[in-house]
């Protein structure tokens, strides 16, 4: 399936592309059932880390800064009450999977690599693609946090600038659950910050460019159905508040990058070289 001209044309325009009923209602439910066994299989009293774009840092540990080339879950920031129990089962207590179900685990890595994804990747102007991370995002209901707006190449940087998102929407997702708003055309913004794994390897930092406020009040939101498949410009501004509904809003999300650009060795997320990025 390629994209039309027209599509292309958006896309360039407004930085992001909603492609409705990309991927089967199957499909969309094969992730669902691997991400519950991989959530049930985690034995969370091992490691347990909270993520939050908002405080990244403060949350930032080894076992966050060492996924890159594994597949790890972790928690809701308001997952835990004051005495560290889980106020909700586990399986509704996890943020995210991360980072790299689509290298390691079958099931991920079919639904990641197709001809229609690859195809769509060279119509949004990738020559030679590959697959940095992948993530599963649950938005679990009433506790699922917001993500607050932020361009992806803040956390993905590459020189060039080249990071895309594939973002597949695997339920409804509507403003009352935490659906994505991003502001059209915002990828004409510079990069406002960046991310940094530290020099010493075992936190990461917040470097300003810009340090000026997102105009919120351009945002849209894009309510999805099950199925939708959503890309990003790497600088497009995108968020979503928190899912205060009862319902889950599961989605899966996999950046991209051009092979030829740089990428450098401060970028959080780095992999072991028993596992080089792929392609398609
Ligand atoms: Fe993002």
């Not at 009352?176 to 990828?187: F, K, L, R, T």
């Not at 510079?190 to 020099?199: M, Q």
């Not at 390897?201 to 945002?219: A, F, P, R, V, Y």
């Not at 990003?232 to 968020?239: A, D, E, R």
Request: overall charge negative; aromatic content about 12%; glycine content about 6%.
């Amino acid at each position: 399936m390629s994209l039309v001209q027209s599509q292309i044309e958006s896309f360039e325009q407004n930085g992001y592309l909603v492609l409705d009923n990309f991927v089967s209602h199957e499909e969309c439910n094969k992730l669902r059932v691997r991400a519950s066994e991989i959530v049930n299989d985690f034995d969370y009293n091992q490691s347990v880390t909270i993520f939050t774009t908002n405080e990244q840092t403060r949350h930032s540990d080894l076992f966050f800064l060492e996924s890159g080339d594994k597949i790890r879950c972790f928690f809701e920031e308001e997952a835990f009450d004051e005495n560290g129990k889980l106020k909700q089962p586990k399986e509704l207590s996890i943020n995210k999977i991360g980072h790299a179900m689509h290298d390691l685990d079958p099931i991920f890595d079919s639904f990641s690599r197709t001809e229609e994804l690859e195809t769509v990747a060279k119509d949004v102007g990738f020559e030679d693609p590959r697959i940095l991370q992948s993530m599963y995002i649950f938005k679990q209901p009433k506790i699922g946090g917001e993500v607050s707006c932020h361009q992806d190449a803040t956390f993905l940087y590459t020189e060039p600038v080249s990071v895309k998102g594939f973002w597949f929407a695997l339920e409804d997702a509507s403003k009352e659950n935490g659906c994505m708003w991003v502001i059209p055309g915002g990828h004409r913004y510079n990069l406002k910050s960046r991310f940094y794994r530290n020099k010493k390897g075992n936190g990461t930092e917040i470097e300003i460019l810009d340090g000026s406020k997102w105009e919120t009040s351009k945002m849209v939101p894009l309510e999805v159905n099950a199925g939708t498949m959503v890309i990003l410009h790497g600088l497009l501004p995108h968020m979503s508040y928190a899912n205060r509904s009862n319902l889950t809003r599961h989605a899966f999300t996999m950046h991209l990058i051009e092979a030829s650009a740089d990428y450098p060795e401060w970028n959080w997320l780095q992999r072991n070289s028993d596992l080089p990025l792929r392609g398609f």
